[in-house]
Structure formats: C-alpha cells, structure tokens
C-alpha cells in the first residue's frame, strides 16, 4: 500500500481528520474493508480438548460456537461422547484406578483472513457448555461461567511469515534477503493458541478437569499486517487484598472489574475506537482472579494520540465489590406482588434476559450517569511498554476508594415536594416512605488499610514507532500531497509554485493538512529548469519571499551551468544546491506532535519588579509577531481569530496569571524552540534557586500537544484575581463535600482550584505531565465568576499601588466633622437607616 491516499479520505470516529495508521498514510482511522488489501492469507484453526473424569459422566458432551467467514457465530461444534474419545496417551498408566483422561482434535476449518475476521477475532468471547443425557432422552445443559477468548490470537507470529510452502523455491534466496533486511525486534514467543478460563466453574460431579483449546497452523496475522494493525491486549489477572466482610454475598452483587481508556481533550478520539470493557462477575473472596484478556486495535488510530495515551493517560480500572442488589419483589399466597402495579414490574424483570440487564447497565454508564454504588478505582499508566524490549510488561496498582454521589442523589429526591393531595394514599405513603429511607452519610471502603491492589500484564504485538519516526513519515506524506496537487503561482512563466487545498482539506478554511498535526498552510517551492528540460525543485517553504530566495539560489547555480559537457553533472550540481537548501532550518511546516512547551511560576506578590518584567515581556513578544506598537491601543483590544487559535505554528505566548493577595502563579505556554524559550532566557537571566518566595517549574524535555489557553484571546496575559489566599479557598469543606445538585459551571470553577494547589504545591514539572494537572481555559473563567476579586490597574502591570494623597484624606476629615450630631458609626449599616427614617 503506497502512501498518499488522498485528502478524501473518510473523517475519523471523534471528528476532525484522521491520519492513516503509520505503515500507511492517509487513510481514515478506521479502515474500510476496501483498504485491506494484503494477500490472501487463510488460517486453518483446530480444537484440542482433554478431559479428566469418572465413568459415570463419560456420556457428556462439550459444546462450542464458532465463527463463519464473516465473522459471526453460526455454527456449534459438539465434542463427545467423552468415553467415546481416545485415552490420552501421555497419562496411559498414570491415572488413578476408575478415573479416565481422554484427548482428542478437531479441525474448525479455514478462515480467510479479512478486516470482519480481524474485529469479530478481537472481541470473540466463547461461552463453553456441558451437555448430559437425562432420564427422557434430552440433553441437559449445565450453566457455567467458562469462556474462551479469541483476542490473543492476534498477537501471535514471528518475524518470518511461517508459511506453509517449502522455504527450497525458486526465490528462496530473495526472500531470505528480504527477511534479513527487514526490521527485528525482540520479542517473547507467543504461540498460536488460546486456552479457555473458568472450567473449574462447569461444577459438574465426576468431571475433574477440562482443558479446551483453539489453535491455527500459522500466525492470524502477518508480520506486515501485524505493523499495520498494532494489536494490544492487556490481561486482567487479579485483584488481591479486598476487604472481604462476611455480609458482602448476601447483600452485594458478585466482584466484576469495568476497564475504560483514561482520555484528555487531546485523546478523546480514541474513546469510539476503545470502548469500555466489563469483566465477568466472580464470587466474593479476599483474592479475586479473572484471568480475561482484552484486545484493542491500536493501528486504526492516530499513532501520535495513542503515544500520547499509553504515556501520559492509559487505563482507569473499577473494582466493584460492593454494588448493591436490587430489592426483590414480595408475593403475596396467589403469586402476585403485593404492591400496586408489582405484577407488571414483574413480568417486565422476567421478560428481560440478563443479557438485557448488562447491556441497559452499560449504556447507561457510557451516557455519563453517575455511579451509585462506592467501588474501588486503579489506574494504570502504559508508559513503560513503548520501552519494553520483550513488549510485555506487568503492572500493579493500589485501589484507591472511589465515592459515589450519594448526597446529590438524596438532594434530587428531595427537590421533588410533596403534595397534600394523595398523601395518605399507598402511593404518598411510599414517597413518605421513599424520603424517610434516604441517608446523606456514605461510607467508603478503606482498601488503603487491606493493601488492596490491582495487576495486570500489557503486550503489544510489535514495537510501537517513535514520536521522531512518525513525524517524518507525517511530513513524507504532507510532501507528497503537495507535490501533487501544486499549481504556478504568479504570472505566466513564474518559477514559484504553490500547494493547492483540495475539495476536502484540512481541519483550519485555506490550508493544506493531509495529516491530522499537519501544518495549516499552503506552502510554496522554486523550480528552475535545466538546459536538457530537467527541473530541480526546491524546498517547501512556508512564506513565498523565502521560495523566491531559494530560486534565486537555484537559478544562479543552473546558469553556471550552462554550456557544461556532461548534463548528468550539472544536474547534479544543482540538485546539490537543492539539497543544501533542504537542510537548512524549515520553520512552519514540520509535523512535531509535542511543539508547545509550558513552564509554572510561583513568585511573592512583593516582588513587583520581576511580575512587571514577566508581564512585559509577554506583551512585547506577541506585538512584535503580529507587528504591533506594544503602547498603541490595538494591543489591548486585539482579538485572535479561530484560525489563529488553531494554527499550530503560530508563535505567541499564551497563559494566565492568578493573583491571591499573597502570592503570583503564572502558567506559560508557547512553542518549545521559540517564544518559549526566548521567554525562559529572559526568566532565568536573575538565575535564582527555588525558595520559599520563588519557584520555576521547567523542564524543556517535556512537551504537549496542544495549547490550553488560546481561548483566552489576548495579546495580553489573562489575569485573574480572587478574594482570598488560594491556601484559604481550597481549604473550605464547601469543594469537597456537596449536599445539593450542583452545576457543570460550579464543578469546573472548583476543579480549577484544586488544579490551581497542585501547581503550586509541585516541585518537578514532569509530576504534572500524567493526567489534567493543568486547568484550563473553561475552569479558570468559571473560578473567575465563583471567586474573582476586583483587580487594580497597578495590579495588571504589575507595580506598586500609589497612596492617597493628604489632601483627600482632609476631605474627608472635614467632611466627617460637619456631619450631624448623633450621626451613628460608619460601620454600623442598620443604625444608619434608623436615624434616617427618624425611628
């Protein structure tokens, strides 16, 4: 598959344009069935059972669904009688007197691999079954919880393909040349196979053991479609330590885990593409094991945002060991629910399956509804697999107690009066009975105190590319899209031409994206021709008087050339100026992922002369890129526009300031080799330390995708200033523990607060990188209007505030002493209304 699929392509699940998978540019995230054009490749599968159990059971049947070439369940493949199978020969002597272990294969058939096979591969969970004969002649299925996941079949394979043709053939020798230069990587073995989980909860007496397997005679995957498609898979092995109260079975549904991806702004596509997980439920216990795989297609995504994820976000796991039954339904000696419409609840319960029940469950917390019932949280950061060399790592986390909304929930049923009326009816009396059962007081799980922990174990199927590897293969792509599409810019005869924005461009009016952190902007090239009619092209360039100077370059060494006997060397004497020209400095048309870079400041509110400098600074920086008098009014009043929030090369400095009376913390932003760092030089010219008054939080290592504070508009740094010492507001209970319904406006206001404390109370800046450690525009708007706090002009530059002068303050003495007699004091508001209504 070459490169360049075109602009066309189809937009990403998430919105916005989609950039291909890395093996492929261009393509949409999720890929079509139209764009899987590998070889034909057909897996041949087989099942392996053994079996260890008495003779009394030797009649029962094992049964399994299976897939069809499309990918569906349509077919049941049975395996029995068991005393029909042979003995296994490897336990033939070694088994005990009236116990029989059996072993047997059979062939499943063969599957063409396509992208249907692929997805229905990923997310195949098969149930197992054992099948007895009973007294009239009909098989009896017996429940259980034993499944078998297909996912892991993805990830087998090895470097070579491991066809089934012999390896003597005519192009023995190509092939062996091109395995030998293709890309290695250090790996475990993982075979072609799969084992079912839980067959120790078939529960049937005198079946002992019970071993199912599925395998294929080759990798699902080739390596070529294994560095297409990324397979992930995470396993969910344990959860140890619970706190295991002896009331738990009887009023508490079973333990079960709910896995989601951790996603910011930045990451928010990858929601649709990874969806929430639930695990199968397991008896309460100290120690729980689940043993369930999960497999995730990493390539049908933006590889920069998947990087992204697995380093800085990765997976939030809920244990949930406590969720509450639902109250049963009383009877009355007829059969019918005793209460009042009780009979139709109940039919409606019975005539909904429990596939049903999980399903309504699910959508019901993917549609934001909050959690009822406390549970634990883990969260797992994947940063470590991208450096792993065998692509397998394991991983602990503690539980920590995540809270549910009990009080909000007591207040929303509280909101809801109560009508004289029908109050003394059955159903008032079950509203009275209903707001008398509500309790405020929710008591969390202490898993600290147990040492409660969660493990898993990541894999990735191949190494994942590096953040530089990506972005060159970005920019190929932009190169090459606009090279395509390019048109003479100028009159007729013009050397300069100019990229083209197709039908269907990229996410900002005007420009030309072929990739998603593409740059927004039409770029320009110089070409000059040769004596021969060959033509040399120059670089991209961003700015047409900067293509102008390359072909002044390009045109000065082609007429050197000219007359020379060997064209072969005069074109290469300018293709060398070409090149030269490449190499230098491209600014505005790279596809770096992490361009912004972002440093805190915590500085005294005294030390005025370092605010203003800071302050200036950053007003002088952004007049001077848009080429304004930082004194003239337009400063203040400028406005950026969208396309100017959007451009990712766009080289001002944004942040906010937030004043407390006692302190200064100021959160800067801006591209990492620019204004950033233009800014961080004028900083640390003082070079003072990190004191109790002073602290700069900087790491230029350390990059992000996307500014936070564009949004802000200004020129100018937003400031913001609130009535009270930070310290002070993140100490009132009122953040923590709220009785009433609350608005989205009220929430961001106070998440920004807590934001806001973890900036300052931070020494390393990379402790802020994981997670939304930062806040952004939104909550700091919503602080502003919750606790914000008249602000001064001098304040706003950042100098001393002027006093007042003696002659004001003898104004006011004088007026004071010609106030009435028995004018009440000043401070006392109530009196002075009595005296002037001569009470």
Not at 22 to 50: E, I, K, T
Not at 108 to 119: A, H, I
Not at 159 to 170: I, L, N, P, Y
Not at 728 to 736: E, Q, R, T
Request: net charge negative.
């Amino acid at each position: 598959r070459g490169p360049g699929a075109g602009p066309g392509a189809e937009p990403a699940a998430g919105g916005g344009r989609c950039r291909a998978p890395f093996a492929g540019s261009g393509s949409s995230a999720l890929m079509a069935a139209a764009a899987w054009d590998f070889d034909p490749r057909a897996v041949a599968f087989s099942l392996s059972l053994s079996a260890t159990f008495h003779p009394s059971v030797g009649a029962a049947t094992v049964s399994i669904p299976w897939l069809d070439a499309s990918g569906s369940l349509s077919s049941t493949t049975s395996v029995g009688p068991l005393n029909s199978l042979d003995l296994d020969p490897a336990r033939r002597g070694k088994q005990r007197p009236g116990v029989q272990r059996v072993r047997v294969q059979r062939d499943l058939g063969s599957l063409p691999v396509t992208l249907e096979l692929v997805q229905a591969l990923r997310q195949a969970i098969l149930p197992i079954s054992v099948q007895l004969p009973a007294s009239s002649g009909d098989a009896v299925t017996v429940p259980s919880d034993a499944r078998l996941h297909l996912g892991p079949l993805l990830l087998a394979g090895g470097e070579a393909d491991g066809s089934r043709g012999s390896k003597d053939t005519a192009d023995g020798g190509q092939a062996a040349a091109a395995e030998s230069a293709a890309p290695r990587w250090q790996r475990p073995a993982r075979p072609s196979e799969v084992r079912a989980t839980l067959t120790e909860s078939i529960g049937v007496a005198g079946l002992y053991e019970l071993d199912v397997r599925v395998t294929t005679d080759i990798p699902v995957l080739s390596p070529e479609m294994l560095r297409r498609v990324m397979p992930f898979c995470f396993t969910l092995e344990a959860v140890q330590s619970l706190p295991n109260e002896p009331w738990l079975p009887d009023r508490c549904e079973d333990t079960y885990l709910h896995i989601s991806p951790q996603v910011s702004k930045t990451t928010a596509c990858l929601v649709g593409a990874f969806p929430p997980v639930r695990s199968g439920s397991r008896p309460h216990n100290s120690t729980v094991r689940f043993s369930e795989p999960v497999v995730w297609l990493l390539g049908f995504s933006p590889p920069h945002k998947i990087r992204e994820w697995l380093q800085h976000e990765g997976l939030v796991v809920e244990v949930h060991d406590r969720d509450l039954r639902p109250p049963e339904v009383e009877e009355d000696a007829e059969g019918e629910a005793s209460a009042d419409g009780g009979s139709a609840a109940a039919a409606a319960a019975e005539e909904e399956t429990a596939e049903d029940k999980a399903a309504k469950a699910e959508r019901e917390r993917n549609s934001g509804k909050r959690v009822p019932h406390p549970h634990g949280v883990a969260r797992f950061t994947l940063g470590s697999l991208l450096e792993s060399q065998s692509l397998e790592v394991r991983m602990r986390a503690d539980v920590f107690p995540g809270r549910s909304d009990k009080k909000q929930r007591r207040a929303e049923e509280l909101s809801e009066g109560l009508r004289a009326a029908g109050l003394l009816e059955e159903e008032g009396m079950q509203k009275v009975a209903q707001r008398g059962g509500l309790d405020k007081r929710e008591d969390t799980t202490d898993y600290h105190e147990f040492g409660t922990v969660c493990t898993i174990r990541a894999a990735l199927a191949v190494p994942f590319p590096k953040a530089r590897d990506i972005r060159q293969q970005d920019e190929v792509t932009c190169r090459e899209t606009w090279s395509a599409s390019e048109q003479r810019h100028g009159e007729e005869g013009s050397s300069i031409f100019q990229a083209v924005a197709p039908e269907e461009g990229g996410t900002v009016a005007g420009s030309c994206a072929p990739v998603e952190d593409g740059p927004h902007a039409l770029p320009f090239r110089a070409k000059v021709a040769l004596e021969d009619g060959a033509e040399i092209a120059g670089p991209w360039r961003r700015q047409r008087q900067d293509a102008e100077t390359d072909q002044q370059r390009l045109q000065a060494a082609a007429d050197a050339q000219i007359g020379a006997e060997d064209p072969e060397a005069a074109a290469a004497a300018v293709q060398a100026v070409a090149d030269e020209l490449a190499g230098e400095e491209r600014k505005g048309l790279d596809c770096r992922f992490e361009r912004f870079g972002r440093f805190v400041v915590v500085v005294d509110e005294s030390n005025l002369d370092f605010i203003s400098a800071v302050l200036r600074k950053v007003m002088e920086w952004n007049a001077d890129v848009k080429k304004i008098d930082p004194s003239s009014a337009e400063l203040s009043t400028y406005q950026l526009t969208d396309a100017e929030k959007q451009d990712p090369h766009f080289d001002i400095l944004t942040g906010v300031a937030l004043l407390d009376g006692k302190s200064r913390i100021f959160v800067l932003e801006g591209l990492r080799d620019q204004g950033l760092k233009a800014m961080l030089e004028h900083i640390k010219a003082g070079k003072r330390a990190n004191d109790s008054e002073f602290k700069l939080l900087n790491n230029p290592e350390i990059g992000y995708s996307r500014r936070l504070y564009a949004d802000f508009g200004s020129l100018k740094l937003k400031q913001i200033k609130i009535r009270m010492p930070l310290e002070d507001l993140a100490a009132k209970p009122d953040l923590y523990s709220v009785s009433g319904s609350m608005s989205d406006a009220t929430a961001s206001g106070i998440q920004a607060i807590k934001q806001l404390m973890g900036l300052k109370q931070m020494s390393r800046l990379r402790a802020l990188r994981h997670g939304s450690a930062f806040p952004e525009a939104s909550n700091l708007l919503d602080l502003e209007i919750l606790y914000g706090g008249f602000i001064t002009d001098a304040e706003l530059e950042g100098r001393a505030e002027s006093r007042r002068s003696p002659g004001r303050s003898r104004s006011r003495r004088s007026i004071a002493a010609a106030a009435p007699t028995g004018w009440p004091p000043r401070r006392d508001v109530a009196c002075r209304l009595q005296h002037a209504s001569g009470a």
